[in-house]
């Protein structure tokens, strides 16, 4: 298993292209029984005194080999299984980007557990719902976060990391002291499609879904995550990425260490562009990885040279305007290659290495993958439309299902398809260029409008730092382009500043897509960081249901200047 595993990601890492490594990959047999910890992690660390883990903080700088995250995790593991956590149970694993989440993780793995990482910035009735609807077993968090469980009730057991707390056992502070030789870590065989991991969607437009993935879509099927990003053995990878979300299993913690890689962390109170970016440089920071709502920020400032061994810089989360990788590639000469993919997979769209990029576009099906778009109402195969994933020969790298959620995994996989819910364009050499939700895409006067085009082009005016593009229904239009606006920073929210962006967006885009009216707020978000447009639609809707026009919104027909003009 362990030889097949390798075979595959070294195929990967020698193609000489694009082309060729989806002409060559086949995903590998694993065989019946499969624990990537076991299996892989600890096959390649034994014996290895290359750095694994890199944490830097305001007081702390350290390395952790992957011979030491071996030992440390077989350690805790069998911590856990004597505090009772055994095969198939469900862990909730609430802790920040620290030492203890990586070694958890490891850890429970190791004992056949089922881990259901989560966001620290949650409330007591977001865990409530969460310990219920996830069926968990047990809890692994820090001392300080402690609080929000005592009102959450149910049958759990209670593990702190940190200062002692009344009701909670200690999570072990000796990992990192050679094991006494009476402590036995636990044998525990997995079967390649039992559970490994639950995520918990970020709630865009509903209550977050769970997503299972078992011993092998995530752990094997972040190949073609390694693949996109272009980390290689030895490399030093930075991801900006919170615990709690798939992202920080895609490049925080899979695809690194399939590598053989460094994973790097500089850890902040609170996003700081410019400490970050000294680090990149101090640091030897070789693959970088960001949200687009990061290099906006980064963008802000100066990004001053290119950090002296970056090679590669790729984004994901959402897509990624052609402004932001313009004035990247300027300051830095290198091109931020944009990646696709959901929770409920690995990364199945992507610019890789050496590939050519086109602005905005957000690349070609991975190695492995085989996406399909499909007209939403007709089914039918097209240029445009729903990004599906063909389940004739069902991939690797997708989701086993939605935990407690029959009916919703049948309607995402219906038909022989597994159905994203986003869509997208397909050109002549196949690229494939981000469009929008489907709850996103609206028309306006019988035209369909791409929320993603009009921010991407409202972006190129120096006022606009982040919007948000949502449909405001019109009698005569069906509905006409609201744009609310997050200002950079020395913009006033007047009416100079709303004139300035509604000239622009006649300029920018086609007169059936231009904003007619324009609002000055911060946009809201999910708490991975996601833009809630329902929200702001929701807005608009009830405004009108109301027949009360919004106060703080600037109108183009409120401009004398902007009158008559015919774009």
């Known amino acids: 298993m362990t030889a097949a595993f390798r075979a595959a990601r070294d195929q990967l890492l020698a193609a000489g292209s694009a082309e060729q490594a989806r002409a060559d990959f086949t995903w590998p047999d694993v065989g019946e029984a499969f624990n990537w910890a076991d299996d892989w992690f600890d096959v390649v660390a034994r014996g290895n005194d290359r750095t694994a883990l890199h944490l830097v903080d305001a007081d702390h700088d350290r390395r952790f080999s992957y011979a030491e995250m071996a030992a440390r995790s077989d350690r805790l593991a069998a911590f856990l299984h004597a505090h009772g956590v055994r095969k198939g149970d469900h862990v909730l694993l609430m802790l920040g980007n620290q030492l203890e989440i990586w070694e958890t993780m490891l850890a429970v793995m190791k004992v056949g557990a089922v881990i259901l990482p989560t966001t620290t910035m949650l409330d007591t009735a977001d865990l409530q719902d969460r310990v219920d609807r ?32 009344d009701g909670w056992t200690p999570y072990p502070n000796d990992l ?137 810089v790729v984004s994901a989360g ?81 989701m086993s299902g939605y935990l407690g959620d029959p009916e919703r995994t049948d309607v995402a996989m219906r038909d022989g398809f597994f159905h994203t819910g986003d869509i997208a364009s397909r050109d002549a050499d ?28 409202l972006l190129q005016h120096p006022a606009v730092a982040e919007s948000a593009v949502v449909p405001a229904p019109d009698e005569a239009r069906l509905n006409i382009v609201k744009a609310y606006v997050t200002l950079a920073a020395g913009w006033a929210a007047d009416a100079e500043t709303a004139l300035a962006v509604l000239r622009h967006a006649r300029t920018a885009l086609p007169a059936y897509a231009r904003v007619r009216r324009v609002e000055f707020a911060e946009l809201p978000k999910t708490i991975s960081g996601k833009i809630r447009r329902v929200e702001l639609r929701e807005r608009e809707e009830r405004a009108v249901a109301e027949g009360t026009p919004i106060a703080t919104e600037w109108r183009e027909d409120g401009f004398p200047e902007l009158r008559g003009v015919s774009r």
């Open 134 to 165: 996830g069926s968990v077993a047990h809890v692994v968090t820090n001392a300080s976060e402690t609080p929000k469980f005592a009102d959450v009730h149910g049958d759990f057991s209670r593990i702190a990391v940190g200062a002692g707390v």
């Open 176 to 312: 990192g002291e050679p094991a006494p030789a009476d402590e036995q870590r636990p044998v525990v065989r997995t079967l390649a499609t039992d559970p490994c991991l639950v995520y918990f969607t970020s709630g865009t437009t509903s209550k977050p879904k769970m997503v299972v993935h078992s011993q092998t879509s995530y752990p094997v099927g972040h190949l073609s995550t390694m693949h996109w990003i272009g980390v290689r053995p030895g490399d030093v990878h930075l991801a900006i990425s919170s615990p709690g979300w798939g992202k920080h299993a895609w490049s925080c913690f899979f695809a690194p260490w399939i590598a053989e890689a460094t994973i790097f962390v500089h850890d902040t109170p609170r996003f700081d562009p410019v400490a970050l970016l000294a680090a990149l440089d101090r640091h030897g920071v070789t693959s970088f990885c960001a949200p687009p709502t990061a290099w906006r920020m980064m963008l802000q400032g100066d990004l001053g040279a290119r950090p002296r061994a970056l090679r590669e």
């Open 318 to 398: 959402e897509p990624l305007n052609p402004e932001v990788i313009a004035r990247v590639a300027d300051a830095w000469g290198l091109t931020i290659r944009d990646g696709y993919g959901q929770t409920e997979t690995t990364a199945i769209i992507g610019n890789p290495p050496g590939a050519p990029v086109t602005p905005g576009a957000m690349g070609t099906p991975l190695p492995g993958v085989d996406v399909v778009l499909l007209d939403p109402v007709t089914g039918e195969r097209t240029d445009e439309g729903e990004v599906c994933l063909d389940l004739t020969e069902r991939p690797v790298n997708l």
């Open 430 to 457: 196949g690229q494939l260029t981000f469009i929008g939700r489907t709850d996103d895409v609206f028309k306006s006067s019988d035209y369909k409008v791409s929320p993603f085009e009009v921010e991407s082009a």
